[in-house]
DNA sequence: TGACCATGCACCGTAAGATCT
DNA sequence: CAGATCTTACGGTGCATGGTC
C-alpha cells in the first residue's frame, strides 16, 4: 500500500500520462469523469493509474480548486452520550458522502478558544462547519463574527445567520407529560437541565403546555445541571412534595439521581411516584426500576447536520429531513398514581 | 474577519510583498522565523500581514512542504464514556500542539471499513494516525497493511509493528482486589467484558494474579459485553451463589446492572454483597448505592497518545510518559463481609 | 463542424542559488 | 566577506485555449 517508487516519491498525474501516452490533462478528464474521452483512450489511462497506484494528491487539488472535500465540527461540553453519538454519526454519514471531517472538541465553552478553532478551521479551508454544543453561549460565540464559510448548528433554538438542525424537544416533552396524565397524574413536577441549556428549555416549554392544555397546574420547575448529582439533589425536595404523583425529569442521568433520592425517602417508584426520563441512555434499560423514557434519534439527528451541509453547499438538492419527534419508551417507571396520593389532590 | 479583497479573494504572500516593499520570499522569511531580516524589514512585513490579515495558506503549504500539520484519528465502537473522553482530551492536546485532526469514527469495528477509512487519512497527508480501540480485532485490521505513516495505537495489549499508550489496567484491578482482600473478602467473584476486549483481558490477569498472590480461589470469571443489560443478567447468576461476598466488575455500566439484579434478590450490597466497578463514570457516584470503583485517568490517556505521536514524528524529545495507574475510588458499595456470608466459607 | 486531445498557465507557498550592499 | 534581499524553480492539479483529424 506505499504506492511509491523507488526514490520513496508517490506517482503524479503525470508519471500516469506517460506510462498511458497521453497527456496529463486527458488523465484529468479521466479522474473527473469528464466527456470528450474516447472510451480505447479511458481504458488506457485506467489501467495506468491502477498499475502506478496513483491517488491525486488533495493539497495540490485544494491549491487549484479551492475545493478540500473536508468539513469542520466543533463540540463543546463533556462527552455525554447524546453529543458523542451526534458526533459520531455525523461523521459517518460524511465519510458515506466523501467528505473529511476535522474535529475540535473542547469540554469548556469558552468564546475565545471556540473562535480560535472556528478560524483554525477556516484556514485549513474546510467548506462548513457543523456545530455540536448544547449552551447557548456556544451560538453567541460564532454568531455574527463572518467565517466566510456556512455554519450548520445542531441547536434547539432558532437563530438568525446560520443554518440548523435539531429534533423536536418540545415535542418530546408533551409525549412524555401526556403520559403521564393518560395514566391519570394530575399534579406533575418537572425537574429540568440547566438555564443555558437550549434543549432544557424546550422541554420545559412542552412540559407546560401539556399541562396548560390539560387544565393542569404546573408549578414552579426545579432546575439541575444534567448531572446524576443534581437529580439527586433535587430528588430529595420533590421526596417532600406530598401532592406530587409523577416528575418528568429532563435527562436519564438526573432521573437516576431522582429515582435513588425518592428510594432513600422511601417512597416506591412508580407506586407512589412515576418518573419519566429523556434521552433512552445504554443505561435506562437497566436501572430500578427500568426507565420510561424519551428516546432521541441521534443518528438522524447526526445525519440531518450532513444533509445540511449538503444542502448549503448545493451537492445535493435533497432537502434537509424535517426534526424527528421522539419516541417514548414505555417501562416500569410509571404506572397509574396511587389512590393514597390522588386522595390529596384538590 | 472575512479577510477578502473586492473580488472576494484572500491575500496572497505576494500582496503581503508587494505592501511592504519586499520581495515575496523575505515575507516567507518573516512567517518562517528565518534568520537574517533585518528588524526594521520584519517589522514592516508584519504591518503589512497584519494589516491584509493574511494567512497562509495550508494547501500551499502542504504541497512543497510535504508535511500537513494533520493527524488522522481513529476511533471504533460505541460512544462510551472511555473512548469519547479520550478522544475528547487526545483532540485538545492536539490543538494545543498545533495540529489539527481528521478524525473518522465508526460504531462497527469493521476490518474493510477500516482499512479503508486509514487509506482516506493517507491520503489526506495525515503525519501519524492514531487508533482508539477497545477491540482486538480493530488492531488486527491495521496490523501489517504498510500505512506509510507512524500508527499510534491506544491499546492495553502489546503489539508488533505499532506505538502504543495505554493505562495499567492490571494494576487497576489489583487494586480493586486488593481493596476487597483487606476489608477480608475471601470469596471474590469477577464479571469481565467480553472475551474480544483487551482491557478486560487485562483486568481479568490482574483480578487473579491478586487472588493468587493472597491465596485465595479464583473462580471462573463471567464475561459480559459491557452493557448495563449483561450485568444485570450475570447479575442474576451471582446472586445465587451464596458463597462469594464481593464482586469485581469489569466496568461501571455494567456493575448497575449487577447491582440490580442482588436488589431484585433481595441481597443487600454492601451489606451482603460488595461490588467494585471500574472506570468511575459520571453516574458511579450517585446510584445506590454509591459505586466503589477504579478511576481511569482518560485525559492523560488523551495526552500520553499526543505524546506519542509528537515523539515519533521527532518534533518534540519529550519522553511518552508512563502508563498512569489509575486510582481506587472508594464509595459505599463496599463493606467488610457480613458474618453470615463469611461462616458459609471454608 | 465537432469529437478528441495537447499545451500553457494559474494556484500559493518553500527552497536554493544569485545578487546587492 | 557576510548579512540582507531578490530571482528562479518547483510541487501537482484543473481550467482555458488551441490544434488536429
Redesign the pocket.
Known sequence: MSDRDDKG??A???DVARLA??????V?RV??DL????PA?RARVEQAIKQLRYV??PA??A???RRTRTLGLIVTGAPDYGPSSTALHFNEAARDARYSVITASMLETDAAVMRSAAELLVRQNVEAIVLIAAQRAALDALDGIELGVPLIAVASEDRGGMHRVWLDQYAGARLAVDHLVSLGHREIRHLGGPPNAMDAAERVRGWSAALAEHGLPAREPLLGDWTPGSGYVHGRVLARDAEMTAVFVSNDQMAIGVMHALAEAGLSVPDDVSIVGFDDIPEAAYVAPPLTTVRQDFDALGRAAMAGVLGVLGDDERLVPEPSVPDLIVRASTSAPSRDRVALTP
Do not use: C, E, K, M
Open positions: 516519491r508517490v503524479t498525474i503525470f501516452g497521453v497527456s496529463h490533462q486527458t484529468s479522474l473527473n466527456p470528450n474521452v474516447r483512450t491525486p494528491s495540490a487539488r491549491l487549484v480548486t
